[in-house]
């Protein structure tokens, strides 16, 4: 299964985004699903979480400014950015913690962790 992330692009400072990560298979349960950001030269660092209980976490520099959210039915979890800062520009992951899921092909899986592909976020000053 993969984690298909889209809704990144390239925005003026102040603007905002919403990023989405679209699980191509059925989650049946998870610990916790997270955004993580990668700015150039820099290292992957935790942005995010929400938990199978619906509670949201948040690194500090963006408290206030991005919401975590998650649509069970369509399988996908939300990063709502506002009031973005050129800091903010980054490539953005989504990750799945301990989650068990079905293939398209009707297959159970459980994972300790997956990986989607990133989403570039840009913005400008």
């Known amino acids: 299964v993969q984690l298909q992330a889209s809704g990144g692009g390239l925005v003026q400072a102040g603007g905002s985004l919403r990023l989405s990560c679209a699980a191509s298979g059925t989650i049946l349960r998870f610990n916790a699903m997270d955004w993580y950001s990668q700015a150039p030269g820099k290292e992957r660092e935790w942005v995010a979480s929400?938990?199978?209980?619906?509670?949201?976490d948040y690194v500090d520099s963006v408290k206030g400014r991005f919401t975590i959210s998650r649509d069970n039915a369509k399988n996908t979890v939300y990063l709502q950015m506002s009031s973005l800062k050129p800091d903010d520009t980054a490539v953005y992951y989504c990750?799945?913690?301990?989650?068990?899921?079905?293939?398209?092909?009707?297959?159970?899986?459980?994972?300790?962790?997956?990986w989607g592909q990133g989403t570039q976020v840009t913005v400008s000053s």
């Open positions: 929400i938990t199978s209980g619906g509670s949201t």
């Open positions: 990750h799945a913690d301990n989650w068990v899921y079905t293939t398209p092909w009707g297959d159970t899986v459980a994972e300790r962790e997956h």
